[in-house]
Every structure is written in C-alpha cells, then in structure tokens.
C-alpha cells in the first residue's frame, strides 16, 4: 500500500483506547519510519498515526516486536499490516541526551548519598569516641571571631 508523502495526522493513546473499548477500529499498520516503526490506525474514515504521550508528535517504537506487541496487545487486532517501505533503522541516532543526563545526575545523587552516609557515620564515631576532645561553644565562638576580625584587615589592607 502505497503512502503519501505527507504524515498521517496523529492521535492521542487515550482516544485510541477509547476507540479500541467502543471496538471502532477497523484496521493498523505497523509503519516503518527512520529510525523506528509508527502505527497507523484506521476507524471510520480516517487514518491516524498514534501520537506520543506528551506530545502531538508521531510515536516511534525502535524495535519492531513491541511495535507489534502494542497493536496485538493495547489494539487487540491479531491481524494487521507491516509497511517496511520507509523504514530506515539508522536514520536516526539512537541516542537520548535528556535520559543521559538524567543517568548521570542519578548517578551522582547516589554517589553523594554514599558520601554523605560515610560522613555521618564518620562524625557518629567520633561523637562516641571517649577519646575525642570537645571544644566548648564560647571558645569557638572567640575563634571564629578572630578569624572574621584577621580576614576583614587582609581585605581592608587589599583595597587600599
């Protein structure tokens, strides 16, 4: 079956399940694409690729089986067409950079996680310790006071 060169208009998952529940579908096809396959469905007379989820853009399965798997499972149609005609797998670069940098951020979340346990399991021992030495408040409070006072000359004797 020959397509036009202009994309089908495309429709939400939620009308096509809607769809599906009334049982006006009359008919898929699995539709290659570069990079991947699209499902085109036809009810009354129209035909629609479906769309992304949160998007108006065409879906892409990059694999043919789960392409297959959502007309036979979320469709329920045993039986419909497969359209390899456009079909070019590398056509498009498999990569994500959003779900890579999503990787790599969770990564680091858990890296500092362990770090951050590590430090307060240090500071536990520590506190435990008999063997630490406690350094009272107000002797503290008059160093830091100090070293306020010494950085605050260093800036002054700069700026002048």
């Known amino acids: 079956m020959a397509r036009a060169a202009n ?8 009308a096509v399940k809607n769809l599906v529940e009334a049982q006006a579908i009359r008919g898929a096809t699995v539709l290659g694409q570069p ?6 469905v036809r009810y009354g007379a129209l035909e629609r690729t479906v769309s992304a989820q949160k998007s108006r853009q065409m879906r892409l399965w990059r694999n043919l089986n789960t392409a297959v798997a959502f007309v036979r499972q979320e469709l329920g149609l045993p039986r419909f067409e497969v359209d ?16 890579a940098a999503r990787q790599r951020q969770a990564h680091e979340a858990i890296e500092h996680d ?4 590590e430090q307060i399991e240090v500071a536990l021992r520590e506190a435990d310790d008999p063997n630490s030495e406690w350094v009272p408040h107000e002797v503290v409070k008059q160093d830091m006071a100090r070293q306020r006072a010494e950085l605050l000359a260093r800036i002054k004797g700069d700026a002048e």
């Open 84 to 99: 390899a005609v456009g079909h070019d797998p590398s056509a498009i670069e498999r990569r994500r950079p959003d779900a």
């Open 35 to 40: 990079g991947g396959w699209a499902v085109l």
């Open 7 to 14: 994309p089908p208009e495309t429709i939400d998952s939620k």
């Open 114 to 117: 362990r770090w951050f346990r």
